[in-house]
T-cell receptor
Framework: DSGVTQTPKHLITATGQRVTLRCSPRSGDLSVYWYQQSLDQGLQFLIQYYNGEERAKGNILERFSAQQFPDLHSELNLSSLELGDSALYFC????????????FGPGTRLTVL | QKEVEQDPGPLSVPEGAIVSLNCTYSNSAFQYFMWYRQYSRKGPELLMYTYSSGNKEDGRFTAQVDKSSKYISLFIRDSQPSDSATYLCAIWRNQAGTALIFGKGTTLSVSS
């Protein structure tokens, strides 16, 4: 158990809908990272927050947004969902910078029908 | 050219074999090199971490970095069925606003 929790584990929804994925980092970790994993693209970095502020941005679509709250938990919002958004979404946390060990949560499997 | 290239496999070996997993990268500015292991239906976990050229050993695992060739390797000695997983290389350059870049992963199967 990495200490990072993600909810829900599975999510099935329809195209055009909006969903929210939640992540609680390990105790003491200030950075939260969101990744998308698909068979064709592999593990793709989406966005990083550090102590409530956006720190780095990857290939995150404009339909996607995230935030980190004062208690350091984070939410990833996915809107206007498309079939291609079906993937595993991982949250990871670390003490601070990307070279610090990132601890990954169990992931949320999103299926868009 | 992708920043990190990794042969997806799959790679199947018998128990006890030496396994070699490899990645190449394109940007010489990359400084930190990691290997993550991901079991089926789980999140990745850090296996090895190095930031210099040369070898780093941890038990049955050896990470090797050749910065002149932009080539990183992970060797697994005396492979076990419990090593069956997907192995992802990850690299980072020490620059604010950047993040880890992962290879697509190599799926390894060790048969007993």
């Amino acid at each position: 158990d990495s200490g990072v929790t993600q909810t829900p584990k599975h999510l099935i929804t329809a195209t055009g809908q909006r969903v929210t994925l939640r992540c609680s980092p390990r105790s003491g970790d200030l950075s939260v990272y969101w990744y998308q994993q698909s068979l064709d693209q592999g593990l793709q970095f989406l966005i990083q927050y550090y102590n409530g502020e956006e720190r780095a941005k990857g290939n995150i679509l404009e339909r996607f947004s995230a935030q980190q709250f004062p208690d350091l938990h984070s939410e990833l919002n996915l809107s206007s969902l498309e079939l291609g958004d079906s993937a595993l979404y991982f949250c990871a946390s670390s003490v601070g910078t990307p070279q610090d060990t990132q601890y990954f949560g169990p992931g949320t499997r999103l299926t868009v029908l | 050219q992708k920043e990190v290239e990794q042969d997806p496999g799959p790679l199947s070996v018998p128990e006890g074999a030496i396994v070699s997993l490899n990645c190449t990268y394109s940007n010489s500015a990359f400084q930190y090199f990691m290997w993550y292991r991901q079991y089926s239906r789980k999140g990745p976990e850090l296996l090895m971490y190095t930031y210099s050229s040369g070898n780093k050993e941890d038990g049955r695992f050896t990470a090797q970095v050749d910065k002149s060739s932009k080539y990183i390797s992970l060797f697994i000695r005396d492979s076990q069925p419990s090593d069956s997983a997907t192995y992802l290389c990850a690299i980072w350059r020490n620059q604010a606003g950047t993040a880890l870049i992962f290879g697509k992963g190599t799926t390894l199967s060790v048969s007993s």
